[in-house]
């Protein structure tokens, strides 16, 4: 009875402030005229976009919904905290609007008598330092239109033809996969498009720009569009051109088919703007080490990133899980199918660097054996959580920092789903006498209807019938006793004639993150990473640091009686191997200075992969260019 009139209170109190508590949800209608969006992109030095949204209207209540669900991110998480300024008017008469309070991305308003539509003006104000990613610079700037706009609620958003237009920055050049109907000056107008389309076609703007042809004649083409602080980082040499040229073609030959009448890849080659790597249909949003092409040896590490995100044209944005394909972006999303969606993205990633010759073979083996590493002993958390259920992580913690990520876990649908689907291709190409492999899957399951860009949904139901028609097997069982087991999941190594060791010295792959991660990765030895600095990033769960009282966010000041410095600490690990003396820190954690003892002896661990005698090589076959 009281949970009852409490109820009834908060029902009484909403009805008597004539709020409303409930948004109009999605109907399959259709949607008189055409929403226009208009953006001034030109307060570069304060990053302020300013929006003006006009929404076709009639007499009555009228809820403007301001994106939550973001495609690509798969959580809850448009910026809401950065509109600021709403004014809406109708015919240039003030609107009073109110924020539902169930719904803080819901604003309605009550349209007057003799109105045809609203118009709706805010500001975005992006960030600056350390509020979130930086999505505008002195030299160019990344904008995404679902930050930038506001859409009637009521109607299914592929429904709503919408019309865009932005004012850039006196003289910058722009890239995105929308259609312009014209330029005037620095105002650039747009070809009506659903607005579901127009979500999914961001632009990057800037001073420096350059555009390569990846598919020269091609009657669909592709581009790579390259934004940069300066202009010397857009000096790309004609083989790492068509190192990306060669990415499509291998792309192409994979599926066999294209879902997109252009596709632009967006990169951003910066140390200002904020880091992105985000999949669209026809375009990606990315960004890259200032030396992506200049220091080309330097900056290796990263080039997976548009092999991902345009794999992602396929899965994820035609082919997306049946959870993640809603009636608008303010609808829930369900991320059940996230290890198929990114796992598989995963996977396929770096088997295209590695195809288009992004990657060599020796640096594709040597990501692959710090993945391997992960799951066989970094990530404690399996004991506990599954895979499964990591695809919550969206929206459990949204990328937020985590005390203990290791154990915690944290969206390992990817790395993780990845692992699976080596397994996945390892078990396809035992059963069929290495006559089939995953390439068959994705064939089947991505590469239909050639030129259609209309989503199409899939289930688990759909992806355990696309296997069995490869090679029939309980594929069922195979998936889920992988997704919901708690066991290492590195099988699929020894499937292809490869297994995991631990050696003393690091590969060229972790040589590298370290060097990007700036500190030293110690966690198959001790169990922590470090900074030069003596700051702790990382602990290893049950590892010898975290079972001597070590925690992330401390700081090492000395190595037994020394002011310490990272190099040494490798060395004084590879000396107790031998003299068996421990080591001693002196360690610094809030106002409190404790020495911590580390009796460990066991020398330094890197991954590394080692070839199976008498087993064939199926990673080499799997990385040949096709």
Do not use: C
Not at 77 to 94: Q, R
Not at 484 to 494: A, K, N, R, V
Not at 510 to 531: H, M
Not at 608 to 620: C, F, N, Q, T, V
């Amino acid at each position: 009875m009281k949970m009852r009139a409490i109820a009834l209170s908060v029902l009484l109190a909403v009805s008597a402030t004539g709020v409303q508590a409930q948004t109009p949800p999605p109907q399959d209608v259709a949607f008189p005229g055409l929403l226009r969006i208009d953006v001034d992109a030109r307060d570069i030095g304060r990053r302020i976009f300013k929006v003006k949204a006009t929404v076709p209207a009639k007499p009555g209540p009228l809820t403007l919904l301001y994106p939550q669900w973001l495609p690509g991110a798969h959580s809850p998480s448009g910026p809401i905290d950065k509109l600021a300024g709403l004014v809406v008017t109708a015919n240039g008469t003030p609107l009073q609007w109110t924020r539902d309070p169930y719904d803080v991305y819901a604003f309605t308003v009550q349209v007057p008598q003799g109105a045809s539509e609203v118009v709706a003006e805010f500001k975005f104000l992006s960030s600056q330092g350390t509020q979130g990613r930086v999505v505008m610079t002195p030299d160019m700037l990344n904008l995404q239109w679902n930050a930038n706009s506001l859409y009637p609620a009521g109607v299914i958003t592929r429904n709503i033809q919408a019309q865009a237009t932005v004012t850039l920055p006196p003289g910058w050049s722009y890239a995105t996969a929308l259609d312009t109907e014209r330029r005037e000056g620095d105002t650039v107008v747009f070809k009506p498009i659903s607005y579901d389309h127009l979500v999914d076609s961001p632009l990057f703007a800037g001073r420096h720009f350059q555009r390569f042809d990846l598919d020269p004649g091609a009657k669909v083409p592709v581009h790579l569009n390259v934004f940069a602080d300066e202009a010397r980082s857009l000096a790309a040499k004609p083989e790492q051109i068509q190192a990306h040229r060669a990415l499509v073609q291998q792309m192409y030959k994979l599926y066999g088919a294209r879902h997109f009448d252009r596709y632009e890849f967006l990169l951003a080659l910066t140390d200002k703007l904020g880091g992105i790597g985000l999949e669209h249909q026809r375009s990606s949003e990315n960004s890259g080490d200032t030396g992506y092409f200049t220091e080309w040896d330097k900056t290796w590490l990263g080039r997976d990133l548009l092999p991902h995100e345009f794999n992602h044209s396929w899965n994820g944005k035609y082919r997306r899980g049946a959870d993640l394909t809603t009636a608008n972006f303010n609808v829930p999303m369900g991320d059940s199918l996230l290890w198929l969606y990114e796992g598989q993205t995963q996977f396929w990633g770096q088997v295209l660097a590695a195809r288009s010759g992004l990657w060599s073979p020796q640096q594709t083996r040597d990501v692959l054996a710090n993945v391997a590493g992960t799951y066989d002993r970094g990530r404690p958390g399996l004991a506990w959580r599954n895979l499964q259920d990591t695809t919550n992580d969206p929206t459990i913690a949204q990328r937020r920092a985590l005390a203990f990520r290791n154990y915690q876990m944290s969206e390992d649908y990817y790395s993780g789903g990845q692992m699976v689907w080596l397994d996945v291709d390892g078990k396809l190409r035992a059963l069929t006498g290495n006559k089939r492999g995953l390439d068959d899957f994705a064939k089947a399951f991505f590469g239909m209807n050639d030129g259609d860009w209309n989503v199409h949904p899939y289930t688990f139901e759909e992806a355990v019938s696309t296997l069995n028609g490869v090679a029939p097997f309980d594929w069922a069982s195979f998936l889920r006793e992988r997704l919901d087991g708690h066991g290492p999941l590195t099988g699929g190594l020894e499937a292809a004639g490869w297994k995991l060791v631990y050696t003393d010295t690091p590969n060229e792959a972790f040589k590298a993150q370290e060097t990007r991660g700036k500190n030293s990765n110690l966690l198959y030895s001790i169990g922590l990473s470090v900074s030069e600095s003596g700051y702790i990033g990382d602990v290893l769960w049950d590892s010898p640091a975290f079972n001597a009282g070590l925690i992330p966010g401390m700081s090492v000041v000395a190595l037994n009686g020394r002011v310490f410095k990272a190099e040494q600490l490798k060395e004084a690990i590879t000396a107790a191997k031998t003299d068996k003396a421990p080591l001693t820190l002196l360690v610094k954690s809030l106002d409190r200075i404790d020495t911590v003892t580390l009796d460990y002896h066991d020398g330094l661990k890197y991954p590394s992969l080692e070839r199976i005698a008498g087993k064939p090589d199926r990673l080499a076959e799997l990385w040949k260019a096709r």
